[in-house]
């Protein structure tokens, strides 16, 4: 199932126990319904990370349930956690809200498997690059609106660095490497950073060649998400030319893991992709 729009992972979460909770004690959600005097539609959507309980539904199904210390604790914390809004927020205005929401699951994730066909990552492009690639795929943006993705860009790539980083593994088509997006100068500096990049024990990074011939990939660039908690299944989010997409059935992730080890087998290995960003560097 794919949704435009999606909850924070503490949601999601949420959702996840209180399925959980009902299926334990041997409940439907029309028997809980009729104990409750919820909708059964609202009790969808609550099971479905659709909408934020409030704290006494929340209450009500965990007696309902017959949840106990410490887990009931947990819970309500929980929901108090899941109203909390990150450093993105500001931007909710100047960003497209699918964009958030994503940023906000980027944080929150365990493990990041992406593949880029045409850009160089955003968690891994330079200031200059950023702005030279939004001012050339958004032609009608405003500076103020590139000023804005630029900055973005840059508060996600902080979140590499931070204790408990998520571990980043990226790959890359070589023509991401090729284009030469903000001139010789701008590329080169890129480059760099790749290489810099590369040494940190928590980014791995992995160019497919041209001579890899044609690969999964080609169909378009995307970004598995993993998380920690036992309740947390995996996401994968997929830029189409109509906006950003999620992608949260099990069958959709599995493909998309299959694809991602398919083109972990097509590029170089770290050594060899380190020879080509040398090579292209000296070039430039």
Known sequence: MAMRSSPS??????AAHLRELRESAGLTQEEVADRTGKDR??????????QRPQRSTLIQLLD???TVEPRRSELLTL???????????????????????????EEDARSLSSYESLFVPGLLQTD????????GVLPDATEEDVEVRAATRLQRQAALAKEGAPKLWTIMDEAALHRI????????????????????????????????GSHPGMDGSFVILDFPGEFDQGIVY??????????EEEA??????????????????????????DAIRTEL
């Open 181 to 212: 997006v903000g001139g010789r100068d701008v590329m080169r500096e890129q480059i760099e950073q790749l290489q810099e990049m590369r040494t940190r024990p928590n980014v791995t990074i992995q160019v497919i060649p041209f001579e890899a």
């Open 252 to 277: 959709e992730v599995r493909r998309y893991l299959s694809m991602f080890e398919h083109l972990r087998a097509a590029a170089l290995g770290l050594g060899a992709t380190g020879a080509m960003l």
């Open 64 to 66: 309902l349930y017959g």
């Open 238 to 247: 997929v830029e189409t030319a109509a906006g950003g997409l999620f992608l």
């Open 41 to 50: 539609s609202t009790l969808y959507r609550l099971e479905n990370a659709q």
């Open 79 to 105: 929901l108090r956690e899941s109203k909390q809004r990150g450093w993105v927020q500001k931007y909710r205005f100047e960003l497209p809200e699918v964009y958030t929401d994503y940023i906000g699951f």
């Open 9 to 14: 992972v503490r949601m999601r979460r949420l």
């Open 128 to 135: 200059e690059y950023a702005r030279a690639m939004l001012r």
